[in-house]
Every structure is written in structure tokens, then in C-alpha cells.
């Protein structure tokens, strides 16, 4: 069976500090991958996605990159994190072609 | 892709059917309606998807109209594990990046 996994679970930075979160999928190959944000008492707001080695799409400008090192693994950094970045970070994957979507359990991240 | 509309928040007794309802009145032929949750501090949840008719799962029952411009997901028993933040999206079938657009949802508490 598929599992995604995601770390840290929570995160606290100061401003102007670096950041990687990292997301590793278990089970499958060649998969899809997501990273939203969702800022407190906000809804889901999809930052990246990725079909492939190195093929990263963003979706909104702003303060984050990704990169897909392998084909199982996510990573979402920022050089200088910004109060604006808290928020609680999601990683997801789905086969490609289908709009079923697997949730890992996320990072909470504080920018102090 | 087709707009959805939710009530934002919805109760239920436990052990009562839950009904969510989800207006998509432009959507089109292609697209199909897709449930999620979010329990707090989770990541969202698939549940079910459907085209026309109407589909059950373990999770839940998914309930098309005719018209297909609404549609109801069915939690026939609802637990207080069931309180959550449910998402309905339309989205077109395949593609290669199957991106998944979230909404507010509909907060759904189950009560004791």
C-alpha cells in the first residue's frame, strides 16, 4: 500500500531563516505531487505540483520554491522566510490522470 | 471548472444520516464531483467522486441529480469522528496534472 510521509510535524523559524520541508511517498511510481498551504482559518491554497523529476509548476508567486530531487521525494524551501509564510504545509500525491489525492499529515509552521 | 456552492456550516446528531448539499449548477458534461474532508489538523481526506450516478463507499453515499447541477454526499451514520470541514470540487476527468481547486467546504459538527 501507498504512504506519504512529511517532516517535520511542526516547525518554528525566526524571520529571514531557511526552510525545508520534506515529503517522501512510499508504494508507488512516477506519481504526482502537491504542496499547499493553508493559512489559519483559511482554506487550501495549492502552491506547487510536479509530474516529474526536476518538473516543478507554481502555481502563485511568492516567497517558496520546490524541487523533486528523485521521484518519490518533495521538497519546499524558502532562502528567507516572511511572517506571511506561517501556516500549515500539506503534501500530496495521486496517480497521474486521476483527481483522487492523498494527504500526508502536514507541518505546522511558525515564522516568529 | 465548475463552481461549487456550500452552506458553511451544517449540524447532526450522532448516529443521524448526515446530508451535505453542493450546488454546481454550470457544470459541464466532462467533470465530475469529488468529496473530501478535513478533519482539524489533518490533511484532507479523499471520500468519493462520481460522474452521474450515484455511488457509495464504505466512507459515504454520493447522490447525483439528474440535471447533475447539485449533488448530496451521505453520511448514513455520522459519528463525532465525522465532524469535519467537507469539500466538494468539480474537476474534468484525467489530464496530467489532475490540480484539485478547494473551496471553503462545509463544516459539518457532529453533536453527542
Known amino acids: 500500500s501507498q504512504t506519504i510521509h512529511q517532516w517535520p510535524a511542526t516547525l518554528v523559524q525566526p524571520v529571514g531563516s531557511p526552510l525545508s520541508l520534506e515529503c517522501t511517498v512510499e508504494?508507488?511510481?512516477?506519481?504526482?505531487l502537491y504542496w499547499y498551504r493553508q493559512a489559519a482559518g483559511r482554506g487550501l491554497q495549492l502552491l506547487f505540483y510536479s509530474v516529474g523529476i526536476g518538473q516543478i509548476s507554481s502555481e502563485v508567486p511568492q516567497n517558496l520554491s520546490a524541487s523533486r530531487p528523485q521521484d518519490r521525494q518533495f521538497i519546499l524551501s524558502s532562502k528567507k522566510l516572511l511572517l506571511s509564510d506561517s501556516g500549515f504545509y500539506l503534501c500530496?500525491?495521486?496517480?497521474?490522470?486521476?483527481?483522487?489525492?492523498?494527504f500526508g499529515p502536514g507541518t505546522r509552521l511558525t515564522v516568529t | 471548472d465548475a463552481k461549487t456552492t456550500q452552506p458553511p456550516s451544517m449540524d447532526c446528531a450522532e448516529g443521524r444520516a448526515a446530508n451535505l448539499p453542493c450546488n454546481h449548477s454550470t457544470i459541464s458534461g466532462n467533470e465530475y464531483v469529488y468529496w473530501y474532508r478535513q478533519i482539524h489538523s489533518q490533511g484532507p481526506q479523499y471520500i468519493i467522486h462520481?460522474?452521474?450516478n450515484n455511488e457509495t463507499n464504505e466512507m459515504a453515499s454520493l447522490i447525483i441529480t439528474e440535471d447533475r447541477k447539485s449533488s448530496t454526499l451521505i453520511l448514513p451514520h455520522a459519528t463525532l469522528r465525522d465532524t469535519a470541514v467537507y469539500y466538494c470540487?468539480?474537476?474534468?476527468?484525467?489530464?496530467?496534472?489532475?490540480?484539485?481547486?478547494f473551496g471553503t467546504g462545509t463544516l459539518l459538527a457532529v453533536q453527542p
Open positions: 500530496a500525491w495521486s496517480d497521474p490522470g486521476l483527481y483522487e489525492q492523498y
Open positions: 508504494g508507488t511510481s512516477n506519481p504526482n
Open positions: 470540487i468539480v474537476r474534468s476527468y484525467g489530464g496530467a496534472t489532475n490540480k484539485l481547486i
Open positions: 462520481g460522474l452521474k
